[in-house]
């Protein structure tokens, strides 16, 4: 299971809206074959370990439940390759929390005769799966605050100025985590500020899948001739009906996916945005800012987890806070990290861990 675990690891993130299922194939003790889930439309975990493969007498291990025939589907079940294949015993990690599979694979297959173990390693698989798992029993993506401060909490100086704050190391590793999330989420004030592109460039190379570029952006504020408007990949404005029509237009022939939803406290509302994400099959959303963009994230209880990369340096003054909103009034009701971990990055501390109400 372990090797299992590994290869779904490996594919994280890649599949979407997929989950990313890793599978191992044993007989007599012994690995016949490993794979993992293909981007989607390619082949299931499930089935990759089983292409051309007499599997009688041996065990499949798989970290999520295998799934079956539903409407929509474009690939062939799990279930029936399992059959076909002759497996004798499967060991599944997890049940699927889509509702159109919940716990149905595991019964097909016990009803063929096959003999299904399940829970080994329940805990590691929902844990890689957290994305999936809030997406499908939320209908809402898993959101990922991040962000990068000095020592004392600043993101900027008083005159605005934020580069660099972390080392390259940290910044290659939000471009990996930005290869592997379906959207990165910024606010307008973020686009003004920095034009930035909003690509996922692991290596200083351009990956070849790219995020969702998601724009908060409920005045039409953001200019057609801002950089990311030329970068690969899709873009979302999120804007509300009072924004200025030929704004919307004018970015709409950019090829911009203009988004309107009802106005919220901090512009546009954030929970009607990601429940429109969550529609159209965005698992995860790296949140990046600004300071009024995480706060209201943060405020309104839409994130599941926090980066912050933290560099050896104080700002000081009046410099830019990295988290606004209207914050916490007792310490001992501010949003605490669970499950935290404290990482080395180059030169910068990373510190991560879960927020939010929700648990898989």
């Known amino acids: 299971m372990q090797r299992a675990l590994d290869a779904a690891t490996a594919a994280r993130g890649l599949t979407s809206p997929n989950p990313w299922v890793g599978a191992v194939l044993v007989r007599n003790g012994r690995i016949v074959s490993v794979g993992a ?30 799934c079956i025939a539903f409407r929509g589907k474009r690939t062939q079940p799990c279930t029936e390759a399992i059959l076909a294949a002759g497996c004798k015993r499967v060991v599944v990690a997890t049940e699927d929390p889509d509702p159109r599979v919940h716990g149905q694979g595991i019964s097909t297959l016990r009803s063929a005769g096959i003999d299904v173990t399940v829970g080994d390693g329940a805990e590691a698989a929902q844990g890689l799966l957290r994305p999936y798992i809030k997406q499908r029993q939320t209908g809402l993506p898993y959101v990922v605050a991040k962000f990068a401060a000095s020592l004392d909490g600043r993101t900027a100086t008083r005159t605005g100025d934020s580069k660099w704050l972390s080392g390259d190391a940290a910044r290659d590793r ?30 200083g190379e351009l990956a070849a899948r790219q995020p969702v570029r998601v724009v908060l952006d409920a005045r039409g504020r953001v200019p057609p001739t801002a950089r990311l408007f030329s970068e690969p990949g899709a873009t979302i404005l999120a804007t509300t009906c009072t924004a200025d029509p030929g704004w919307k237009r004018a ?110």
């Open 37 to 66: 889930t293909a981007p989607a439309g390619g082949m299931h975990a499930e089935a990759a370990v089983l292409a051309g493969i007499d599997a009688r007498d041996a065990e499949l291990y798989v970290t999520l439940e295998p």
């Open 174 to 203: 939000v471009h990996q985590e930005r290869a592997r999330v379906d959207a990165i989420l910024v606010g307008s004030g973020t686009v003004l500020a920095d034009d930035p592109a909003l690509t996922a460039r692991p290596g």
């Open 251 to 360: 970015l709409a022939a950019l090829g911009a996916e203009i988004l309107e939803v009802e106005p919220g406290p901090a512009g546009v509302n954030l929970g009607a945005v990601l429940a429109a994400l969550g529609a159209r099959g965005v698992l995860s959303v790296w949140a990046e800012g600004g300071a009024t963009v995480l706060g209201s994230l943060l405020d309104g209880g839409h994130v599941d987890e926090v980066w912050a990369f933290v560099a050896p340096i104080l700002i000081g003054g009046s410099g830019l806070a990295a988290v606004g909103g209207a914050g916490a009034d007792l310490v001992s009701l501010a949003p605490r990290l669970r499950s935290p971990q404290v990482e080395v990055v180059g030169d910068d501390v990373l510190v991560r861990g879960y927020t939010g109400d929700w648990l898989p």
